[in-house]
């Protein structure tokens, strides 16, 4: 059956399959039916498990190998021709050596396996902000994933027609099967040694190879939407970022546009599906995890979620902290590391209850007292958006959002206030740049120890990062007075026994709205030297449950502890070298002036 008449297209499919060599080859149609299908296959190969249909309906439990369960960052490639192309924050291979290496790899790695092709289109099919992209994969657990996190099938390749532009994106586990030899309900993956993510952003093509786990699989995600998109929007004026995208609307009905950028396990989803404690105030969700914004025919940046699904961690994923996301993965959900409780349904530490008994992730018997976790840290699951039940009717606009505001931010136990305005987009790019975040892993080390992450761009950046942030000046002088505003926030100041200051979740709602009302020019703020900040009188504080002195606390500077900060800063800034904006230097230096003299 010919689905296409697209001649490039067909051509690229033929020449991956005379390369990888798969028994049979499957263009995707994204109907129900094929996900049934293919579902159906893996419970019965033993790679899925069918979750109780009166506990979970129509969802499944895979589990990854141990040695696959997380994106792999050093073995993640930006293959330009010119290294400083890449820059200083992107592993860098030459594309020429990069492919001969993978090509070895690919030849014949399909062996035994089906050859997917899948159409899919990353933002509402035809959207003037979407993309078309067709992975190529062995992995049927890919094809059921992108069904949920994008749009697959017949209407992409109807948007393409016979000489559209679309982003090769060729993915194998990399494990060919010999005659008559199964995965035997096996996880199949290649060793570390043999893994790459390989990016080549001056022909926007991605190959992958050797994993089967999520950013690294899944390449509609991280390797199309941001590292390929983020070099191409660079060169088409446009900006793609790891950002949530929320509305908030207030008691008048006035509606606000939220673009926020937090590196991984600093509560995205959680913000973006919040419950708002603050009276009166809605809030409703858009995107979780990137956001892509062009500026709009009005001047305003418009932005829409370039995914379809929710691909987020399960653990700490409760009640309390994220309603919202329990409500979505109550069906027709894919979760991957979880626990198998007796009752055929899944568990994950920190949930709502404790779970007696159950199989954990790596398939072993496992009760609370087993002394390890059941699910791993990184399980996560699969959802479709549309079923978040704060799910905004607007959220596949084609058009998009306006931008009213964006948040950068990080996870620091100390130094960093609760929350400061930029006083110009200059500061506000600054502010961005040098965002940095704890790790979460229970480090060893317990000495604070911080890393920068800019944007929450790091690992995601598909250029480099100083060309990257001087693109962020050059959005600004485009918007114009049409910029947002741009706010830090940091939820997670610590006491002296380690203890949140800040209740967080839905009571974010307080800062957010303080925000909006700083857009409406409604509330006051104190010129510091970090930027504008609200003193206590000017959040609304009714019902907070914390005392005032405490919050007064994590509204103050500590002017000392900023001189660490400046040599880290310094430290992570130089080898930018010759790519650091002027404009960067500038607000460094101001900074650090501010700092010391005002
Ligand atoms: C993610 C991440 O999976 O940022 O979204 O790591
Ligand atoms: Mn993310």
Redesign the pocket.
């Known amino acids: 059956m010919s689905v296409t008449k697209h001649k490039e297209l067909l051509a690229w499919v033929e020449e991956i399959q005379a390369m990888c060599k798969p028994d049979e080859v499957v263009w995707c149609d994204g109907t129900k039916e094929e996900y049934d299908r293919l579902m159906n296959e893996m419970v019965e190969s033993g790679m899925a498990i069918k979750l109780n249909e009166d506990k979970r309906p129509n969802s499944f439990l895979f589990r990854s190998d141990p040695s696959d369960v997380a994106?792999v960052e050093d073995r993640t490639y930006i293959a330009t021709r010119k290294q400083v192309d890449a820059g200083p924050t992107n592993n860098w291979i030459d594309p020429v050596e990069l492919k001969k290496t993978m090509t070895e790899l690919y030849d014949g790695c399909m062996r035994g396996r089906t050859m997917f092709v899948i159409p899919f289109s990353m933002g509402p099919v035809g959207s003037p902000i979407a993309k078309v992209g067709i992975e190529i994969t062995d992995s049927p657990y890919v094809v059921v994933n992108m069904h949920i996190m994008t749009r697959v099938g017949q209407p992409v390749l109807d948007v393409l027609g016979e000489d559209g532009q679309f982003i090769p994106c060729l993915h194998s586990v990399g494990k060919p099967l010999g005659p008559g030899e199964s995965d035997n309900g096996q996880w199949p993956c290649a060793p570390i040694e043999k893994k790459y993510i390989a990016h080549f952003p001056e022909e926007n093509l991605i190959w992958s190879f050797g994993s089967g786990y999520?950013?690294n699989a899944l390449l509609g995600?991280?390797c199309l939407a941001l590292r390929i998109a983020s070099a191409l929007a660079r060169r088409e004026g446009w900006m793609a970022e790891?950002m949530l995208i929320l509305r908030l609307t207030s008691p008048e009905g006035k509606q606000f546009h939220i673009a926020a950028a937090f590196?991984?396990a600093c509560g995205?989803t959680n913000l973006a599906m919040m419950v708002p404690t603050v009276k009166d105030w809605k809030v409703e969700c858009i995107g979780d995890?990137i956001a892509w914004m062009k500026i709009g025919p009005d001047g305003t940046l418009r932005a829409i979620n370039p995914e379809s699904g929710f691909?987020g961690?399960a653990p700490g994923t409760n009640y309390k902290t994220n309603p919202m996301a329990m409500e979505t993965v109550k069906e027709n959900s894919i979760f991957t590391n979880c626990v198998l409780t007796d009752d055929g349904d899944i568990w994950w530490e920190d949930m709502d209850y404790v779970a007696e008994h159950g199989i954990d992730w790596k398939g072993n018997e496992w009760t609370p007292d087993s002394g390890r976790n059941g699910a791993h840290p990184n399980a996560r699951f699969t959802t479709p958006a549309a079923q978040c039940p704060i799910i905004s009717e607007n959220w596949e606009d084609p058009a998009g959002v306006p931008i009213d505001i964006f948040i950068f931010g990080g996870r620091r136990s100390d130094v960093m206030p609760l929350v400061h305005e930029a006083v110009d987009w200059d500061h506000g790019v600054f502010m961005g740049a040098s965002a940095a975040s704890e790790p979460t892993a229970a480090a060893l080390d317990v000495k604070k120890k911080i890393r920068r992450d800019p944007m929450?761009m790091l690992?995601f950046a598909g250029y480099n990062i100083g060309e990257y942030w001087q693109h962020w000046f050059e959005m600004g002088d485009k918007l114009g007075d049409k910029q947002p505003k741009i706010f830090y926030v940091n939820w997670f100041r610590r006491d002296e026994n380690r203890k949140f200051i800040w209740p967080g979740f839905g009571e974010n709602s307080r800062i957010l709205k303080w925000m909006c009302e700083r857009v409406d020019g409604k509330a006051d703020a104190v010129e510091t030297p970090l930027g504008f900040m609200p003193q206590v009188k000017d959040i609304d504080i009714d019902g907070l449950d914390m005392d005032t002195k405490a919050l007064e606390g994590i509204l103050e500077i500590d002017r000392e502890a900023f001189v660490s900060e400046f040599e880290d800063l310094d430290e992570f800034m130089q080898p930018v070298g010759d790519k650091l904006p002027k404009r960067m230097k500038n607000q460094i230096e101001r900074f650090k002036d501010r700092m010391k003299n005002s």
């Open positions: 994106r999520g950013g995600k991280k790891h590196p991984s995205k995890d691909f961690v929450a690992p």
